[in-house]
Each structure stands twice: as structure tokens, then as C-alpha cells.
């Protein structure tokens, strides 16, 4: 099984600010079958990220994600009111399916 | 727009199956590859497992014993069941949809509980 970790859990930031994840896979993701998902607080995830670098339908232009083999990063390049929530990577190259921890973003 | 609901009871007893079911609007399920999720409160996402058009399937190794996911095409509908659960199976349970292993498309989630 492929264990993600993500770093850090919690970002505090002010709206404009850049936001930079991190998650790290103990083995290889294969193909870059890396996701990256946003859930706020009573709602489903929503797919922002996929194949490690590209952007989910819908997801603007200041989401943008990159990485390959253990090392993944998602940044948002000037965070909007909308964008503080719990984000997380997702590998599905390799049964079983597995999530990272998660990475809150929240208002400094 | 694919759209996805669940549907089922939100509370079950202990050692008793929890059975959902999941709709889809908006797009075919017979090209989908169609997974369950689940997230206890407060805590993270757990894949369940999935099955695709053929009827094939593949589960978690850690509820393995106790999943059964299964297709209803004509209805555009699958479906969960989860055996002799406990109160560690309480959580949000999410259906979801894609191509591949990808889940691109989520149903808003519904709330079981297990309890007596």
C-alpha cells in the first residue's frame, strides 16, 4: 500500500497570499496518478488536480500542481476567499487507493 | 453534468449490513468506473473499492471480507454493502464516478451511524 503523508496540516495565510502543499508517497506513484482534492467543511471533494499537473474542469488558472515520482506539490498562486478548505492528494496508480492526511488551509 | 445521490438509511444497528445505493444522472454508468469512499467525522477519506462495467470489482484489503459493491446498469444505479459493522464503520459516505481510477465526479455524501 501506498502511504501519503502531506506537510504541513495546517497553513495560515491572508487572501493573495501564495499556498504551497506538499505530500510524499512512500513508493513511486507510477504515470504521476496523483490527485489532489478540496473538501470544505460539509461538502464532498472536489477534484482540482489530476495526472499530478493538470487542472480538473472548472479549476482557474491560480490552482496548479506539479511533482513526479515520490515528491508532489499543489500551489495556489494568489489564495481567494473561496480557496481556504482541506486539500487532499490522492494516489490511484496502485490498489488500494489511498489518501494523504490532508492540509487545512485557513484565514490568518 | 454527471450528477450522483445516495440513498439509503442513516442509522444501523451493530453486527448488522449497511446498504446504499447510488444514482446517476447525466451520464452513463456503463462507461464509468463507479467507487464508494467513506470518512469517519472529523477524520480523512478511505477508499472502499469500485466496480466497472464488466461487473468487476475491487475492494480494500481492509474491509475486503465484508464489501459487496454491485451494478445496476438499466437503472444507472451500484450499490454498497458493508456487513457486521461496528461503530468504527460511522461515516459520511460518498459514491463517486470516473474514467479509470480517477474519481472525477462526487455525490454529496450521506451520514450512517451505527448504534443500537
New interface residues.
Partial sequence: EIVLTQSPGTLSLSPGERATLSCWASQSVSSSYLAWYQQKPGQAPRLVIHGASSRATGIPDRFSGRGSGTDFTLTISRLEPEDFAVYYCQQYATSPLTFGGGTKVEIK | QVQLQESGPGLVKPSETLSLTCTVSGGSISTYYCNWFRQPPGK????IGYIYNSGGT?Y???LKSRVTISLDTPKDQFSLKLSSVTAADTAVY?CATGT?????H????TLVTVSS
Fill in positions: 480523512g477519506l478511505e477508499w475491487n480494500n484489503p481492509s460518498y479509470g481510477w480517477l474519481a472525477q462526487w455525490g454529496q455524501g
